[in-house]
């Protein structure tokens, strides 16, 4: 259904991907008579096995932009540089060639679209689009808007929500979140950035659902700092690292710990390497088969969601870049996705790694059936928040509805419901429906 804006004052917004799921293609259209936005524009990656199989058995999952090819848009914010968020960003340049367009950052984010997608940009630089780096704190006008970009606390640095002020409404975007953050001092300011916004008011409040079934707040990273650097300090061998190529933040602080330790570090894993040099993380070097030798040594690689052809899958087989020996430790610093196949991969791959290897650690809070010969520790936090998160920009922000997103449908109602306990109005809507605001 296409409709025609008539008042000056109407605004739609409309889920074009990734509402009904955690790690989805998220993408939400925002159109005034005057403007016409994407909010993220996420790829999601289906797994279409849970068996470690050698080969890639999964399918990529984009946005809709039917509605957008023939209209195009003016601009596109990403909220954070992770692939559910910036990767149908080439899909999206294919599908508006031709067409002038703003894609809004951070330096971070930005710095990572180039290095992900480096083919795409060398393919497409002849398109007419510009990139816009932006600042917390420094809004950007765009006619009668304004953007507000406010730093969220997350698992990758640089993370942006964004405050829109339009013709009529006033809406908040705040992407991926949690209140406590690693370092005290941006917890702090993203808590007087949303205490100033509340005296702005809110009409609308995007909301993740994400974590809505674990009570309280989101811990911060340090905790796994602490955890982290014990086991490095009780580690005589090698260490195989692994977490989220996106979670810059620690794995700096893996470096740093190493290199207190006079651990040499090397990395292995190209999606690695690129975030990596995206947030101009130092102390590490390329790994090549002459560092396998090394006793004391810290590999960082890919792999901590079993994905196909990472370092470590590929390790698990005996096979490049870096073979695992029985006296190695293996971290895991990373809790899968919450989808059966992904799961089902990573016990497995848990199940093998107990085999060869010295000690496997995994998550405090992975599945309970995972292998009862790894060690469980407080390895990993996650970088969405939970209930009592949610309810802390809600009951800051008093807005006049909120719209659940991130999660399939039993998530999202139940968030609605915690919700409307607050006084305030929910909003459940679905893919490729328009919503008038």
Not at 7 to 19: N, P, Q, Y
Not at 132 to 138: D, E, F, L, M, S
Not at 244 to 250: Q, T
Request: aromatic share 10%.
């Amino acid at each position: 259904m296409f409709f025609r804006l008539k008042e000056k004052k109407e605004v739609h917004i409309t889920a074009l991907g990734g509402i009904d799921r955690v790690g989805g293609a998220n993408c939400y259209l925002l159109e005034t008579p005057k403007l016409r936005m994407l909010i993220d524009c996420g790829c999601a990656l289906i797994p279409l096995s849970g068996a470690l199989f050698e080969e890639d058995l999964t399918e990529f999952s984009y946005p809709d932009f039917s509605r957008i090819e023939k209209k195009g848009i003016d601009m596109v914010l990403l909220s954070h540089a992770h692939f559910d968020h910036i990767g149908a960003l080439p899909m999206l340049i294919k599908k508006l060639r031709g067409q002038k367009l703003q894609i809004v950052a951070s330096e971070l984010t930005l710095r990572t679209i180039r290095r992900s997608f480096y083919d795409f940009y060398r393919e497409f630089r002849q398109f007419p689009f510009e990139t816009v780096r932006v600042y917390p704190g420094k809004p950007i006008k765009y006619g009668e808007s304004s953007i507000l970009p406010v730093e969220v606390p997350h698992s990758v640095p640089q993370s942006m929500g964004f405050y829109l002020e339009i013709p009529g409404k006033k809406i908040f975007y705040p992407g991926d979140f949690k209140v406590n953050d690693a370092e005290e001092s941006k917890t702090d300011s993203f808590k007087k950035t949303i205490s100033d916004l509340a005296q702005r008011k809110t009409d609308i409040l995007f909301l993740d659902s994400s974590n809505i079934y674990e009570d309280g707040f989101t811990l911060s990273d340090r905790l796994v700092w602490q955890e982290l650097e014990r086991i490095f300090s009780e580690t005589k061998g090698r260490i195989i690292f692994t977490t989220f190529s996106s979670h810059l933040a620690r794995l700096k602080a893996v470096i740093q710990i190493a290199e207190s330790q006079k651990r040499p570090v090397y990395a292995a894993g190209r999606n690695l390497i690129a975030f990596l040099k995206a947030g101009e993380i130092r102390g590490w070097k390329r790994f090549n088969s002459h560092n396998r030798f090394e006793s004391r040594v810290l590999i960082l690689t890919t792999g901590c969601e079993a994905e196909a052809e990472s370092g470590l899958v590929n390790a698990v087989f005996g096979e490049a870049p870096f073979r695992l020996s029985f006296g190695d430790t293996v971290i895991i610093s990373a809790d899968p996705i919450p989808i059966p196949e992904i799961e089902n991969r990573v016990r497995e791959m848990v199940r093998r790694l107990t085999k060869i290897t010295k000690k496997v650690y995994i998550s405090a809070e992975a599945p309970d059936d995972f292998s009862p010969k790894a060690q469980r520790a407080n390895i990993h936090v996650s970088g969405h928040g939970k209930k009592e998160d949610l309810l802390y920009l809600v009951r800051e922000l008093r807005p006049k509805l909120v719209i659940p997103v991130h999660g399939d449908v039993g998530k999202r109602q139940c968030l609605a419901n915690l919700i409307k306990k607050e006084g305030v109005e929910t909003k459940i809507i679905e893919t490729n429906v328009p919503f008038e605001v």
